[in-house]
């Protein structure tokens, strides 16, 4: 009789201890003891597992194969004007701002390589004449693009100043007349607005 009840006893004492050894299972309602990932954390881990590449050669195929993918998404945006995809230089309310400022007005400037080919152009022909009529023409040429290029600077600022109040706008100035150097059909990003227009 006693020793029926120690062997019972000591059948429980086992099924205890098997007990302690495996895991509870959590109750649906208790705490992780973690706190719950974000889903774009969550997203983020599962591609970094995916595509976590097998050697070098692989890791530099798929660095090369993103960073296409990155410019051809820039040379599109710098076409059509998207601003999420545009370089870092050209982002921005501010930016865009000067270059519509730009884009709206006639600039002697963007005519100075046009004009200077054929003041080169006159230069080489051996007239004394007309090798003369090229320096002038040049010296007046470059004088009348520098007092433009003040002029758009002056209003540009004002305009800035009045717009953006505040904000960071250094180098802008100089980014819009870096943009009248440029002919019109050939600047990048392509113009938004039309000759006379409000920016």
């Known amino acids: 009789m006693f020793r029926r009840r120690s062997d019972d006893a000591a059948a ?5 201890e098997k007990q302690d050894e495996t895991p509870q299972a959590r109750h649906p309602q208790a705490k992780k003891g973690r706190p719950t990932p974000k889903r774009s954390e969550a997203e983020a881990s599962r591609r970094t597992r995916v595509t976590v590449p ?8 798929q660095a090369r ?10 040379r599109q945006a710098l076409i059509d004007g998207d601003e999420r995809h545009l370089p870092a230089r050209d982002k921005g309310p501010v930016r865009k701002f000067a270059r519509d400022y730009v884009d709206s007005r006639w600039s002697l400037a963007e005519f100075f390589l046009p004009a200077a080919v054929v003041i080169l152009v006159l230069s080489i022909i051996k007239v ?11 010296l007046l040429f470059f004088v009348m693009v520098i007092l433009d ?9 004002k305009q800035l100043g009045e717009r953006f109040a505040g904000q960071n706008t250094r180098g802008v100035v100089a980014y819009g007349i870096m943009r009248t150097l440029q002919m019109r ?11 006379g227009e409000k920016p």
Do not use: I, W
Not at 128 to 135: D, E, I, N
Not at 149 to 157: A, D, K, W
């Open 12 to 16: 429980s004492a086992t099924v205890l």
């Open 54 to 61: 097998k050697d070098r050669k692989e890791a530099s195929r």
């Open 65 to 74: 194969d993103r960073m296409r993918v990155e410019r051809e998404k820039q």
């Open 128 to 138: 004394p004449t007309l090798q003369l009529l090229s320096t002038l023409l040049f």
């Open 149 to 157: 290029f003040v002029r758009l600077g002056f209003g540009l600022r």
């Open 185 to 195: 059909r050939l600047r990048l990003p392509k113009p938004q607005v039309r000759r």
